[in-house]
């Protein structure tokens, strides 16, 4: 079992910056494609980013690419980020990371296995 917990989250002006992080216990996560999604109020959950398991390949969701990188620390196994950049009001969400139980990045919401609690990050203008 996975237990992943977000941080990093915060109110941040239009143009600022955040790094979100993702850290799993109970098992370790270097063999598991891992995502970021996130939920605006009112919004279904919405695919950010993606990596696999060595971070060798990425994804992202068009409204992010090119402001946002997810990477991961497979020295210590068990954290995953998201540096997110050039912030704009509609980047207000909660933002969810999650596991899933292959090796291969997933887009998909149901694909994943495993979620974190969220961290709301919230842009002003």
């Known amino acids: 079992q996975i237990q992943l917990v977000e941080s990093g989250g915060g109110l941040v002006q239009a143009g600022g910056s955040l790094r979100l992080s993702c850290t799993a216990s109970g098992h370790a996560i270097h063999n598991n494609g891992m995502g970021w999604f996130r939920q605006a109020p009112g919004n279904e959950r919405a695919f950010v980013a993606a990596?696999?398991?060595?971070?060798?390949?990425?994804?992202y969701a068009d409204s992010v690419r090119a402001r946002f990188t997810i990477s991961r620390d497979n020295a210590n196994k068990n954290e995953m980020y998201l540096q997110m950049n050039n912030l704009k009001p509609e980047d207000t969400a909660v933002y969810y990371c999650?596991?899933?139980?292959?090796?291969?990045?997933?887009?998909?919401?149901?694909?994943?296995?495993?979620w974190g609690q969220g961290t709301p990050v919230t842009v002003s203008s």
């Open positions: 990596i696999d398991w060595n971070g060798a390949n990425t994804d």
């Open positions: 999650a596991a899933a139980t292959g090796y291969d990045l997933q887009v998909q919401a149901n694909a994943y296995r495993y």
